[in-house]
């Protein structure tokens, strides 16, 4: 039902210091569509009803006749407000809704200091609208850096990842995918590359992408250069195989597909981030509990993390001779807040920013301790989500942040419909995306939408770090010219000499090397790039040699080429005084075979995907 075009006037006590705190924020909210007087005035021109009503509960009267009183009146006024006509459709809809908003509104009446507290606890000393001008030109700037960088991270990989000379050429790839699967392959692996593959064109995607970044960090054509940046990335994605497949890329994909709608000034947009938000954040908790690993449940995770990790940051070894104690609060503390302080998320301002702080606080801690990309940046970017333009404006000075809220955007009739269609799609299959990890069953209607999405990677279930790795396993690849004399190959960010102290890549993210700390947790067979990876170290393919750290055969490439296993811990501090070592290592055996170049088929065929369902989101351990 849609308010009535003639004047509503809603009247109220005046001599009431919250009752007129919260007409003036209605007031702000519905921009003249409502006329505000109190009683004490009014009541003569409304012989029908008694000072006495009036006293006891606002009433709103519509120009047709219709009088609200109580609740009714509150989430009546709201349906003139643009974007807060939703509150109206709950009340006269959900069941159970309207009765109790009306108990709660007779308790706070009498009540009336009650509600003045829990006003400046839940808003603030005052209570204004929330504006999201601000929340939308520094998230759209944030996306677009963060775009650029990871664009930029691939394209100095790419070629030696999937190009034609790389560990898992994309053509032979696509060829091996399309002879499996036929005609649903493009569905099913939905990416640009079809259409081309060669090095000329992996890169070109790479560059466009970090101009498109560009774009949108400057303000420039944003929409569009959020649609391309997202079908590039996407196809990327697909494209590079085991080497893309990281819950973070996932994370971007799905941020950046619902900031294609962002510039167009739906409030709607703003809650689907805090879906968003809460689905990730939530899930990541959850599924460290559903995975039945001890060391969450005993809290000890973090007693391992810090040095078993795929990549620490120089920061690590220091919090991992943290005592016990403080490692089994700070597990707790983790676990509190992905399962308890996330549900913030959906309480008014005030509660909302102190989920949002708190969240950065913990991505800066992991961010400082691990490299993870841009892993971290992308989390507290959509943190930003969490506040409102008043919680962001010391970010920008005063004139310019007047600038940006006049520019903003004013919704129309067709943002507000696409909006809430994409809510429609969005919310269900994302409640689906939560039910199927703690039910272990999927919901029959949704499972469908969530099928046919799925390849497009716009709503990805989550849950990073849901089992914790209690040991280090690294491989050493060695090459020698002669079968008896060893050097050892290292990468530029992996664990390799005991005493290179470990790095910071932040935002890069060096994805070979992670394929790296991951395959060490299996066989070398069931590694579709480790095999490739040996036969370049021997025939010497630049792209892939590009990837190393330290080639210890510059000149003169090997005959033979080796894997070994280790076992790494961080070196305990009276061994790193002694030594300079951050590293303790002792070999656990043979991981790959002692072989030449004869000893590969040149007719080796890639390996054939499985499914893309759910999207890629591997654990902590494989």
């Known amino acids: 039902m849609t308010p009535a075009k003639t004047p509503a006037t809603l009247v109220f006590d005046g001599d009431c210091a919250i009752c007129r705190a919260w007409v003036n924020y209605w007031a702000q909210l519905t921009k003249g569509r409502v006329l505000y007087r109190p009683y004490q005035d009014a009541a003569s021109d409304f012989p029908a009803i008694s000072p006495e009503e009036f006293a006891h509960a606002i009433r ?249 990790q795929p990549l620490p940051t120089p920061l690590a070894w220091y919090a991992a001779q943290l005592p016990h104690a403080l490692a089994a609060c700070a597990t707790a503390a983790t676990l509190a807040l992905e399962l308890g302080l996330v549900f913030l998320i959906w309480l008014p301002r005030r509660p909302r920013a102190i989920a949002g702080i708190g969240v950065l606080l913990f991505q800066l801690l992991i961010l400082l301790t691990g490299n993870y990309g841009f892993f971290n940046l992308l989390t507290m970017a959509l943190c930003v989500f969490l506040f409102d333009d008043a919680g962001l404006r010391w970010l920008v000075p005063a004139p310019l942040a007047a600038a940006i809220a006049a520019r903003a955007p004013r919704p129309g009739r067709a943002a507000t419909a696409v909006a809430t269609g994409l809510a429609l799609l969005v919310v269900p299959v994302g409640l689906e995306r939560i039910w199927q990890p703690l039910t272990q ?103 892939v040699r590009d990837l190393l750290g330290v080639d210890p055969f510059p000149e003169r490439l090997p005959t033979y080429v080796r894997a070994q296993l280790y076992d790494y811990r961080f070196a305990d501090p009276e061994t790193h005084a002694r030594t300079g070592q951050w590293w303790v290592r002792r070999l656990e055996g043979l991981y790959f075979p002692q072989v030449s170049l004869g000893d590969f088929s040149p007719t080796a065929q890639p390996g054939i995907p499985g499914p893309r369902e759910p999207a890629p989101t591997p654990s902590r351990a494989p």
Not at 189 to 197: D, H, M, Q, R, V
């Open 60 to 308: 709103l009267i519509e120009g047709d006749g219709h009088v609200y009183a109580g609740a009714a009146a509150a989430y009546r006024v709201l349906s003139y407000a643009p974007s807060h006509g939703g509150w109206w459709w709950i009340y006269t809809h959900a069941p159970g809704f309207a009765p109790a908003s009306e108990r709660a509104y007779v308790f706070l009446a009498r009540h009336r200091g009650l509600l003045s507290c829990a006003s400046r606890l839940l808003w603030g000393p005052r209570l204004e609208p929330e504006g999201d001008a601000l929340v939308r030109f520094v998230f759209l700037r944030l996306i677009g850096a963060i775009y650029a960088v990871a664009f930029a991270s691939l394209g100095v990989q790419v070629l030696g990842l999937i190009g034609h000379a790389g560990l898992l050429p994309l053509a032979e790839y696509l060829a091996a995918v399309q002879q499996a699967w036929g005609p649903a392959a493009y569905w099913r692996l939905p990416t640009l590359f079809w259409l081309g593959s060669g090095d000329k064109v992996l890169l070109g995607a790479t560059i466009a992408g970090c101009g498109l970044g560009l774009l949108v960090s400057l303000g420039l054509w944003v929409r569009s250069a959020l649609a391309a940046a997202f079908v590039l990335y996407l196809s990327l994605v697909y494209a590079g195989q085991v080497f893309m497949n990281f819950q973070w890329d996932a994370l971007l994909l799905e941020a950046g597909f619902l900031a294609i709608f962002l510039a167009a000034g739906s409030r709607i947009i703003i809650w689907l981030y805090r879906w968003l938000v809460f689905r990730f954040l939530f899930l990541s908790g959850a599924t460290k509990l559903i995975s039945g690993d001890p060391t969450w449940r005993d809290l000890s995770a973090l007693d391992y993390h810090f040095w078993t």
């Open 441 to 543: 069953t999927r919901l029959p209607l949704v499972d469908a939408f969530t099928q046919a999405l799925s390849p497009f990677m716009i709503v990805n279930p989550y849950g990073p770090f849901a089992s914790m790795t209690t040991t280090r396993p690294e491989i050493i690849i060695e090459g020698s010219a002669d079968g008896r004399i060893w050097r050892e190959y290292a990468f530029p960010y992996q664990g390799g000499p005991v005493t290179r102290r470990p790095s910071w890549n932040i935002p890069h993210q060096p994805r070979l090397d992670w394929q790296l700390w991951f395959a060490a947790y299996g066989g070398a067979a069931e590694q579709n790039f480790f095999a490739p990876l040996m036969r370049a170290l021997l025939d010497g393919t630049a792209p």
